[in-house]
């Protein structure tokens, strides 16, 4: 079978270019993921606390977990949350063995605070003893 020139210059054989289409899926690849990408940075906006901190994306499905639950009347125990000593309207609920989320025991039940890393909480814990 002879190559023969495609509507759009390049040469090969059968029905259509496949230089082209490969190209196309290649394109369509890459606008895919950067529409995951927008629609993962959009989601941040509508999160309590702002996540972004959080080094994998596993880390803030699970943090998003954490808050959603809490703020369904979920008890912080469930996710071996636990009260400060320094001050027992905080409540540390850990995220993974180097981050944890901070809420505020508040009357209409606990408000998520911030994203402390394990550095972060260790410092900024007010006063608590440094190691
Ligand atoms: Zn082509």
Redo the contacts with the bound molecule.
């Keep these: 079978m002879a190559k023969k020139t495609?509507p759009?210059?390049?040469k090969?054989l059968g029905q259509y270019?496949h230089?082209?289409q490969q190209s196309s899926i290649e394109h369509n690849n890459q606008e895919a993921i950067r529409h995951e990408k927008q629609i993962w940075e959009q989601q941040f906006k509508t999160d309590a606390i702002d996540l972004r901190k959080l080094p994998h994306k596993n880390l803030v499905i699970k943090a998003r977990a954490i808050l959603v639950a809490i703020k369904e009347g979920q008890a912080y125990q469930v996710f071996n949350g636990k009260r400060m000593n320094y001050d027992r309207h905080i409540v540390s609920v850990p995220i993974d063995n180097d981050y944890r989320i901070l809420f505020k025991d508040d009357k209409d039940g606990l408000v998520p605070v911030v994203v402390l890393s394990h550095e972060e909480y260790n410092t900024k814990k007010p006063g608590a003893s440094k190691i």
């Design positions: 495609f759009c210059g390049h090969g270019c230089k082209c």
